[in-house]
C-alpha cells in the first residue's frame, strides 16, 4: 500500500502564499509523475500543475507565472509554491502521484487526502 500525506494548506490574504507539501510512502519502488489537482465548491476537479520523473513541469493556464511544482526525489514528496493567491484559487488541493510497486508492474496513481486552501480578499 501506499499513502500519501498532504500538509500547508490554510487560510491566506489575497496576494499572499501558501506551500503545499505531499509525501509519500510505503510499498514504493518507482515513481513517475506527481501533480497536484483541486476542487472547488460545484466545480469539477481539475489539474493545476504536474512535474514528470525527469522534472518536466506542466501548468494550468490560470496558475502560470504564479505557481511553482517540484519535486524531491529522495523523499518521495512533491511540492506547490502557490504565489499572488486570489479567491479564485481556493479550493481542496489533492496531489497524486504514480507508483509501480515492482519493477514489473503497472504504474497505479494514488491521492492525497485533500488540504483546504482559502483566499480572503
Known amino acids: 500500500q501506499v499513502q500519501l500525506v498532504e500538509s500547508g494548506g490554510g487560510l491566506v490574504q489575497a496576494g499572499g502564499s501558501l506551500r503545499l507539501s505531499c509525501a509519500a510512502s510505503g510499498s514504493i519502488f518507482s515513481i513517475n509523475a506527481m501533480g497536484w489537482h483541486r476542487q472547488a465548491p460545484g466545480k469539477q476537479r481539475e489539474l493545476v500543475a504536474i512535474?514528470?520523473?525527469?522534472?518536466?513541469?506542466n501548468y494550468a493556464d490560470s496558475v502560470k507565472g504564479r505557481f511553482t511544482i517540484s519535486r524531491d526525489n529522495a523523499k518521495n514528496t512533491v511540492y506547490l509554491q502557490m504565489n499572488s493567491l486570489n479567491s479564485e484559487d481556493t479550493a481542496v488541493y489533492y496531489c497524486?502521484?504514480?507508483?509501480?510497486?515492482?519493477?514489473?508492474?503497472?504504474?497505479?496513481?494514488?491521492w492525497g487526502q485533500g488540504t483546504q486552501v482559502t483566499v480572503s480578499s
Open positions: 512535474i514528470s520523473s525527469g522534472g518536466i513541469r
Open positions: 497524486n502521484v504514480d507508483v509501480g510497486i515492482r519493477w514489473d508492474s503497472a504504474l497505479v496513481r494514488y
